[in-house]
């Protein structure tokens, strides 16, 4: 055990360092990038190492895994971010467990949420998953879809809407990496200067970037990076 978690307050370190040394060159407000650290296929030890070292929010990609480790991890005051596709018989789970649910894109799904968010907990906080690259098969609603989608949850009690997030493709160069994290500004961007049904949402999170790309979406102005292997190490190593 002892082997397996050593690694994770370093590798923290240097996570941080890396969203530091981003914010400065990339001209943005120091501290205005938060990190969440994706936790899924990682034990439960390695998330009470990041903890100790003062991480607090965690990324989770699938309900069973999440709920173990949120059993395991009970004592401890995290912050849960539901990352994963969302199944239609996992939206009690999420509503209940789940501070943040990151990859929200289906009306049908938002409506659940919102209507099984329990009652004495603040409104379900969440971002609408874009696909930026238009892959068929790929989680996420088309930019052209997503003000419409916006406009409809609107209404929706339970649910808080902040902000939109993506997952692209791993591209090759800096350039090409900022490209679609662009998009997903200029997105928001237009989404939230348009008065939609007299709907105002500001939209603040822009929840993009991972451990091989986060520069290039804290330079397109990401506010939330999620980053997994760059603080747990590989999936594969136990
Ligand atoms: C796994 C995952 C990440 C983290 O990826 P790393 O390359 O390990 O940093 C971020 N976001 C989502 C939605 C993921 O599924």
Redesign the pocket.
Known sequence: MIRLTQGVPARLAAVRARIRAAEDRFGREPGSVAL?A?S?KQEAAKLRAAFAAGQTAF?E?YAQEAAEKMGALETLRVQWHF??RIQGNKTRQIAERFDWV??LCDLKHARRLSEQRPAQLPPLTACVQVNLDLEPGRAGLPPAQVADFITACAGLPRLKLVGL?A?PAPREDEAARRRPFRALRLLRDRIATGDRAGVTLPLPVLSMG???D?EAAIAEGATIV???????GS?DDG
């Open positions: 969440l994706v899924k990324g990609s990352i994963g990151h990859s997030m997952l991972m451990s091989a986060l999620r980053v997994g292997t760059a603080v747990f999936r």
